[in-house]
Each structure stands twice: as C-alpha cells, then as structure tokens.
Antibody, heavy 120, light 110 residues
Framework: QVQLQESGPGLLKPSETLSLTCTVS????????WSWVRQPPGKGLEWIGY???????NYNPSLKSRVTISVDTSKSQFSLRLSSVTAADTAIYYC??????????????WGQGTLVTVSS | QSALTQPPSASGSPGQSVTISCTGT?????????VSWFQQHPGKAPKLMIY???KRSSGVPDRFSGSRSGNTASLTVSGLQAEDEADYYC??????????FGGGTKLTVL
C-alpha cells in the first residue's frame, strides 16, 4: 500500500523560500506523476504542479514563476520549492500520486498534509 | 485558468439523493474524460471518489455516481447517509497538461 508523507518547516517569514519534501513508501516512483496541491485555511484546493518520475515538470501558470518541483528516485522523494512567499501562501500543502491519463489521471493516494504559515 | 465552478453548498435528508454540479469549459471538463471527484472530511486529506467522469474508485459505495453533460460534470449521492456530510471537490484535466479544481461544495445531511 503506497503511503505519502510531507515534511518541512511549518513557519516562514515573508520573502523566504518554502521547501517541502514528500517521502513515498510502499512502491517506487516509476510510471507516475507526483503532484503538490495546497489548500488555504477554510478554502478550496489549488493544484501547484507535478513532476514525472523521469524529471519532467509542469506547473500551475499562476505560480509558475515561483515554483520548482523535483524528484529524487533514489530516496523515493519529491520536493517543492516556492520562492518569495507571502501571507497568501499560507496553506495546508498536500502531496499526491497522479496516474497517467492512460490510467485515468487519478490523484490517489494523498499525504496527510502539512500546514505552512507565512507570518512576520 | 479559472477554477471550476461549484455551488458552495448542497443539502438533503437521509435517504434522499443530492446532485452537485461542476462547470468548466471546453478546454477542461467538456474537452477531456478526466474529471474526478474528491470527498474531504474536516481535518482530513481529500479522498478520491470518482475518476474518468463516472468510474468509482476502489471501495467507494455505488451510492456515489458521476456524469457529464457538455461542460458540466455532476456528482450524485443517492441514499444519503450521515457520513456523507463533507466537502466535495471536482477536478479536471485541462489544456497544456494542467489540472484544475473546483471551489468545493459543502454537503449537509439534514
């Protein structure tokens, strides 16, 4: 059974860079996309971007200038970096596995999420 | 790209049916067969319920069903139960290999 676990700092100051890691257990990273999704407190879900196990990436156009997602298959991890954060980036950040479109484009499973707060 | 449009709330009594809509465009919901629905209980991660418009994820009761007409997808919950009370989000593949989520619908079981 595949499990995902987010880790990283929970408190940042404005202008700093958010760095989170998602550790995958129970399966390899091969043949899947690995995605980050965030949810501001009390609000809806927002897709941030994904990395394919081969390293190819795609990002939400609204965040593209600040986002980098990378993968380390040897460690079964993928990571998110979001630069120049502001209070608007305060959210629960989830990592999720995404199957190929051939397999339905399913966001499943998800990590439990980690709250990142941006405050001076 | 704009988020998909969902009603902020929906409700029904136990045993009744309720339908939640998700409206997009021909560049997302109406253009691809990759619409999913997620259930999220308070403090929990989203759970995949429906994918590819109308396929139930493993273990999801057949009370949950999905459909689509044009640029609008729908999730129907039949035989409402108390545990169905949650937030529901739609999700769609979109042009340029992007993904969109809806704003979410809070389902209340009266």
């Amino acid at each position: 059974q595949v499990q995902l676990q987010e880790s990283g700092p929970g408190l940042l100051k404005p202008s700093e860079t958010l760095s989170l890691t998602c550790t995958v257990s129970g399966d390899s990273l091969s043949d899947y996309y690995w995605s980050w999704v965030r949810q501001p407190p009390g609000k809806g879900l927002e897709w941030i971007g994904y990395v394919y196990y081969s390293g190819n990436t795609n990002y939400n156009p609204s965040l593209k200038s600040r986002v980098t997602i990378s993968v380390d298959t040897s460690k079964s991890q993928f990571s998110l970096r979001l630069s120049s954060v502001t209070a608007a980036d305060t959210a629960i950040y989830y990592c999720a596995r995404v199957s190929t479109l051939w397999e339905g484009g399913r966001f499943d499973p998800w990590g439990q999420g980690t709250l990142v707060t941006v405050s001076s | 790209q704009s988020a998909l449009t969902q009603p902020p709330s929906a409700s029904g009594s136990p045993g009744q049916s309720v339908t939640i809509s998700c409206t997009g465009t021909s560049s997302d919901v109406g253009g691809y067969n990759y619409v999913s629905w997620f259930q999220q209980h308070p403090g929990k991660a989203p759970k995949l319920m429906i994918y590819e418009v109308n396929k139930r994820s493993s273990g999801v009761p057949d009370r949950f069903s999905g459909s689509r007409s044009g640029n609008t997808a729908s999730l129907t919950v039949s035989g409402l139960q108390a545990e169905d009370e949650a937030d529901y989000y739609c999700n769609s593949y979109a042009d340029s290999n992007n993904w969109l989520f809806g704003g979410g619908t809070k389902l209340t079981v009266l």
